[in-house]
């Protein structure tokens, strides 16, 4: 099957500094690709290229086999990528639910008459209270989206992006800053959605062993370059990943993650 999602050659520079080096990499729907790599190898930035956060300097990204490399932030939103941050990205000073209905209002207008929109709200409240639902935070729908605790922002942050209905998830270090009581339902969320089996998700995660419960696939990057491409267990154990990614000998890395 043709890829969903597709960066071809794609670099940017900042200054003299190369971050994201002439990356190629296709992305299929029903497969979570885990991009992994050590700090300052590009990850974060590879991800804002390919969702508009960032503008490349050369090279392409295609969804669905069009060239979107012209489209922003927004463009890319209503075109079907979904993008989860590091530091939660939501309306604070908005109740939990009206978080959620802008998202799927926002979708729904990309398809939505004028004339429609009035008896539309009654969906949008429907579909907020649906995503609500998904990610067990009905109970808080009518609380400020800044009084929740840090797991609950993450959760809310993923019903946004299910209310936005992409194609592609991607969800950068979904885990950061929780407890280890609130990892799991974040994690549980993400295997409901690659259990749908039609979404391409993509994932930057540091914790090895979310990457090993979770990735079909896994891609290294090291110093802005696509060094490694493939199974977990097989790239998992490469020398180029052991001493690039993990900086330790295979026995140490057993020890550590086995």
């Not at 549980?188 to 930057?204: C, F, P, S, Y």
């Not at 896994?218 to 993990?246: C, F, K, M, T, W």
Request: glycine share 10%; proline share 4%.
């Amino acid at each position: 099957m043709p890829p969903v999602l597709e960066t071809r050659d794609l670099t940017i520079r900042f200054g003299g500094h190369v971050a994201v080096d002439g990356v190629s990499c296709a992305f299929h729907a029903g497969t979570l690709t885990a991009i992994v790599g050590p700090n300052g190898a590009g990850k974060t930035t590879y991800f804002n290229l390919m969702s508009g956060q960032l503008a490349a300097t050369s090279g392409q990204t295609l969804l669905d086999g069009d060239d979107i490399s012209a489209l922003g932030a927004a463009g890319r939103a209503q075109r079907g990528i979904g993008r989860a941050f590091q530091i939660t990205n939501l309306f604070p000073n908005l109740t939990v639910g009206e978080n959620v209905r802008l998202a799927a209002q926002a979708r729904g207008r990309a398809k939505a008459s004028l004339l429609s929109l009035w008896s539309s709200h009654r969906d949008w409240i429907a579909k907020a209270d649906h995503y609500l639902e998904e990610v067990n935070l009905s109970g808080v729908r009518d609380t400020l989206a800044a009084a929740l605790p840090h797991g609950d922002k993450r959760k809310l942050e993923v019903a946004i992006m299910m209310a936005l209905e992409p194609q592609v998830f991607m969800f950068d270090e979904p885990t950061a800053g929780m407890s280890v009581d609130e990892v799991p339902v974040i994690l549980d969320l993400i295997r409901k959605l690659k259990a749908d089996g039609t979404k391409t998700i993509l994932l930057v995660e540091h914790k090895m062993d979310v990457v090993r419960s979770l990735a079909d696939r896994i891609v290294v990057l090291h110093n802005g370059r696509l060094v490694a491409d493939g199974e977990p267990a097989e790239v998992i154990a490469s020398p180029v990943v052991q001493e690039a990614y993990l900086g330790q000998a295979p026995k140490a890395v057993e020890a550590t993650h086995g």
